[in-house]
């Protein structure tokens, strides 16, 4: 059984999604039970697909049994295992959690959405694990497919912005193609190995740094990363909550993934460095992406609206990261991505939350929270606490690294634009506290009315937002372990100097 | 191949697509697109991809042109561009 | 928006066009496409699974991984569709009836007439008498079209074709009915709580003969260890494990197309067509 | 100059499927109608599609379906008579995941419509501002 996790963990959700979907019309029961199954398998056998990996090195798997170049193979190292891990169980967390609000907003189509819900978490696990070029598109497309339609699904605006975010994701998935096929006509394969061991002898060749740029483009289309991010705040900010708090932590992170994945594996570190110099306007514009989705955050008055500007200037800290091009840097950027999904997944699921009880999350709704749902916002500030980069939680950690790669590499402005992300997040998380926690004092002693009844969120939901949120503390606490087991093995030797 | 055939098939190609994408109206777009995919499908079958072909004369010039029709017929075939 | 377009879109194109000057010139047989990589699927495929339609092979077996989230892809446009427009509950609105014999029609307001009767026929609200010549022609196509996409389905592995065409076809076949009769006659033949078992059946199919390989034994999709079971040599096992997956296929592919159409065509209502 | 027509002659199939992805592109971005756009996105994958199938192309060679019979039996394929099938399979992927996008997006087209009761963008966008 070993030897097949890398095929169990696609085929369990998988199987499952087709299950649900032919259930759905027999019996509706049995659908969320089915689901639950299916996403739970996936993230016990990513669990043990990564002790695998630390016990005994890099897993490959051949499907269909055929090697390399010719059939897909699989290529599971430890970042892999580090992000199937994350996408795996969050999803899981996450489908436990939202069972209620899915099942008041859409009773009859409970079977089709979690049949979405599981051919997602197919999507974007695929993507992890596989190693070939254009398996990975096919599985990006499933991703984002099931990601339109999901996000569709919200209210007022969310078909107009899911349909912007499917036209962006179109043109991102399609450029990724072009450069896949671009690719293609230098080497001749689609195995990221081969076509890694095949690239050196063709760096110069104009057609290889263009196909670069068009991945890079694609992939950065479908991360929201600065310049291309349109899409992200209102596909985000409309979609319901069981599937913001689904999407939002986990396909922009994936996509990071990927570039990362690209960067080191396909197009060697020398090619990326050495040869295309892209490094310094990268750096540039991630620093660009932070200052601005900083400051747009700033300007937002709903809470969902502005995570998802706190998510956009966070994937300029990842990107930035991996392109200052030093092992800390590097380090900071793949730590950050475990780090953010848990950040992200806390600040969505808590809002959802809120939003389940109070049905609206502008910031002025939010007076007297603290009295009314204490533990979600408790979970809420440790999030924030995360955000901002407060010592015990794991958000401090990575801009730590994160500092300390961009002084080696000299790139004060990145240095500059993370503190000054950092004390916009300061501002941001104190305005919504003071809001939440003095505005329903004031209310209250103006009118004299007796303090609004605790309304907490019921248990479902809030003890999945305890476990992430007691995530973000524990895994702040064991950085040093994760850094030397999981991350370390994966960076490049030639960082490393 | 025929490289005359090829040349008519490649400029009918271009001029479906830009006729495709400036008409006024919606279902004649869909049927310009209709044939645009048709051209492509033949333009395939003279390459030798036989079955890519087959696909896209099903696919892109057979259902998709109904569904245009059908999301046509639900909206509007009105457009200002 | 228009200034903005036109100087990404040349851009792009420009980067291109500079990339094209690297390439091997179009056609050649020595660029590294045509010699890398697929030689070998050339030469081997018919001796390794016993198809000689290449594409086939390599689609259903060599990349059969890619074949298979090719067909999830399809399954998430149909139940994405279903999932965006389908309505459920709806205001009884008003509908038309037609007496067969007078030929006279009624109109009842936010309501239907009490129970089937065979003198009344319901018809749509856009509904043109006599269409006797078209309904009576593709009632007539219906069933060889249906029969020719068996054939493309069945005949995949010898000559173009396969589960995505056939199933296509076979969809057009009923999408046809809808359009010539009308949409409820279709449903009559395909309902849509059929049609969404069999879109999740075909995929589990082919998923499902994958999962049977991990269980013989063998990697996932790796029909050759289906010998066990079919009693056949491992190349004549993977020329059938081919057959079934490009059933499965074409099952999801016929049920996707007809349930995308009858949601599109009718806005989620599944009542009146086009 | 006397160098460009040979790289124009030898590549035009690259050159065309530039065009025709800049003509897709620019309806993407340019185009004000939802489902214009649409269409420039359809136009766009086929040409990456073209592109594809153009890369297995080799001049003189046929489809690639091997030639066998009773009395051929198994012998070396001569590789010049058969076009590289790779690029096939892979675009057949890509067609599907074209349609579905199509259905996925006329589905979302209708529900806009639904709502707005227009397809044309600066006009939603006009209805949405006033709140």
């Known amino acids: 059984m070993n030897e097949h996790y890398p095929a169990l963990l696609i085929i369990s959700p998988l199987l499952m999604a087709f299950l649900v979907s032919g259930m759905a019309w027999i019996r509706k029961g049995i659908c969320y039970p089915l689901a639950v199954v299916g996403s739970g398998l996936c993230a016990w056998f990513s669990v043990r697909l990564l002790a695998d990996v630390l016990k005994n090195g890099t897993v490959q798997y051949r499907l269909g049994g055929w090697e390399a170049p010719w059939g897909i193979g699989y290529h599971v190292d430890s970042l892999n295992g580090m992000v199937l891990v994350v996408v795996s169980v969050l999803a899981f967390i996450n489908l436990v959690a939202t069972r209620r609000g899915v099942a008041a907003e859409f009773p009859e189509k409970e079977g089709a959405f979690y049949t979405l819900y599981l051919l997602f978490i197919v999507g974007l696990v695929g993507m992890v694990v596989t190693g070939d070029l254009f398996n990975l598109y096919v599985l990006l497309e499933v991703a984002s497919l099931t990601s339109y339609a999901l996000i569709a699904l919200g209210k007022a605006r969310a078909p107009l912005a899911s349909l912007n975010y499917l036209f962006m994701g179109t043109i991102g998935g399609c450029f990724y193609l072009l450069g896949v096929g671009y690719l293609y006509i230098m080497t001749g394969s689609l195995n990221m190995a081969d076509v890694a061991s095949l690239l050196p002898d063709i760096y110069q060749s104009s057609a290889v740094w263009v196909a670069f740029i068009f991945c890079l483009v694609g992939v950065g289309v479908k991360m929201a990363f600065f310049p291309l991010h349109v899409w992200l705040p209102n596909a985000y900010t409309w979609a319901p909550s069981a599937v913001s708090s689904l999407i939002a932590p986990l396909m922009t992170k994936v996509m990071v993934y990927v570039m990362i994945r690209l960067m080191l594996s396909v197009f060697s570190l020398d090619f990326t460095f050495a040869v295309l110099k892209l490094a310094n306007p990268m750096v540039w514009l991630s620093t660009l992406a932070i200052v601005m989705g900083a400051s747009l955050a700033l300007a937002q008055k709903n809470l969902k609206r502005m995570f998802c500007y706190i998510v956009i200037s966070e994937i300029g800290y990842m990107v930035g990261g991996a392109w200052l091009g030093n092992a800390a840097g590097l380090t900071g950027a793949i730590l950050h991505i475990l780090n953010d999904a848990l950040m992200t997944i806390t600040l969505f699921l808590a809002a959802g939350n809120i939003y389940y009880r109070i049905n609206g999350l502008e910031l002025h709704q939010l007076q007297g929270l603290f009295h009314r749902m204490p533990l979600t916002m408790a979970c809420f500030v440790t999030a924030g606490l995360s955000v901002i980069g407060v010592p015990p939680t794991c958000g401090f950690f990575s801009k730590w690294y994160l500092i300390t790669g961009a002084l080696q590499a000299g790139q004060y402005g990145f240095v500059a634009a993370l503190l000054f992300s950092s004390l916009v997040n300061v501002i941001l998380f104190f305005r919504v506290i003071e809001i939440s926690y003095y505005g329903g004092m004031q209310h209250a002693h103006g009118h004299g009315s007796p303090p609004e009844p605790r309304t907490e969120a019921p248990a479902t939901m809030l003890t999945p937002l305890l476990i992430v949120s007691v995530g973000l503390v524990t895994i702040g606490m064991y950085t040093g372990t994760i850094v030397t087991t999981l991350i370390d093995p994966v960076i490049p030797a030639a960082l490393l100097r | ?81 | 928006m228009k200034a903005a377009g036109l100087i990404i879109v040349l851009l792009t194109g420009g980067l291109l066009l500079y990339a094209t000057q690297d390439f091997p010139p179009w056609g050649a047989p020595d660029s590294p496409a045509s010699t890398h990589v697929s030689p070998r699927y050339l030469q081997k495929a018919m001796e390794e699974t016993a198809v000689p339609n290449v594409v086939t092979a390599i689609l259903a077996d060599y990349r059969g991984f890619d074949t298979m989230f090719e067909t999830t892809v399809i399954f998430c446009a149909g139940i994405g569709c279903f999932l965006l427009l389908r309505i459920f509950r709806q205001k009884p609105e008003d509908r038309y009836y037609r007496h067969i014999a007078t030929e006279i029609t009624l109109h009842i307001k936010g309501g239907k007439i009490p129970e089937k009767s065979r003198e009344f026929e319901r018809i749509d609200t856009l509904w043109t008498p006599y269409d006797l010549i078209i309904k009576t022609m593709c009632r007539i196509l219906v069933p060889f079209i249906q029969l020719f996409a068996l054939y493309v389905i069945a005949h995949g592995h010898h000559s173009p074709g396969g589960g995505f065409q056939g199933g296509v076809i076979l969809g057009a076949s009923i999408i046809l009915l809808a359009i010539s009769h009308n949409m409820r006659t279709a449903i009559a033949r395909i309902s849509e709580r059929i049609d969404n078992l069999l879109m999740a059946v075909g995929v589990f199919i082919y998923a499902g003969i994958g999962a049977v390989c991990v269980i013989l034994g063998a990697r996932f999709l790796d029909y050759g260890n289906l010998s066990v079971v079919l009693f056949v040599d491992k190349i004549m096992a993977r020329s059938h494990g081919i057959f079934g997956v490009e059933i499965g296929v074409g099952i999801t592919v016929m049920a996707v197309m007809i349930s995308i159409y009858n949601n599109l065509a009718s806005a989620g209502k599944q009542d009146e067509g086009l | 100059m006397s160098d460009l027509i040979p790289m124009l002659v030898a590549k035009y199939n690259y050159w065309l499927y530039i065009v025709l992805m800049m003509i897709g592109l620019y309806a993407m971005i340019a185009k004000n109608n939802l489902i214009k756009k649409l269409v420039g996105m359809n136009i766009f994958q086929t040409s990456i599609i073209l592109f594809y199938v153009s890369i297995g192309c080799k001049k003189g060679a046929g489809i690639p379906i091997i030639q066998h019979g009773l009395n051929t039996g198994h012998h070396a394929v001569d590789l010049s008579q058969y076009v590289n099938p790779l690029p096939h399979v892979l675009m057949l992927t890509a067609i599907v995941v074209s349609v579905s996008t199509f259905g996925v997006a006329l589905a979302l087209a209708i529900k806009i419509y639904q709502k707005y009761k227009t397809l044309e963008e600066d006009e939603i966008l006009a209805r949405l501002r006033p709140r």
């Open chain 2, 1 to 81: 191949m025929i490289w005359q055939l090829d040349l008519a098939i490649l400029t009918l190609v271009i001029f479906t697509a830009i006729a495709a994408i400036s008409v006024k109206d919606l279902l004649s777009c869909a049927i310009l697109f209709g044939a645009y995919s048709f051209l492509m499908c033949l333009l395939w079958a003279i390459m030798a991809a036989v079955d890519v072909a087959f696909t896209e004369a099903s696919v892109g010039a057979g259902v998709s042109t109904v569904f245009f029709v059908a999301a046509v017929f639900h909206t509007t075939r009105r457009t200002r561009d």
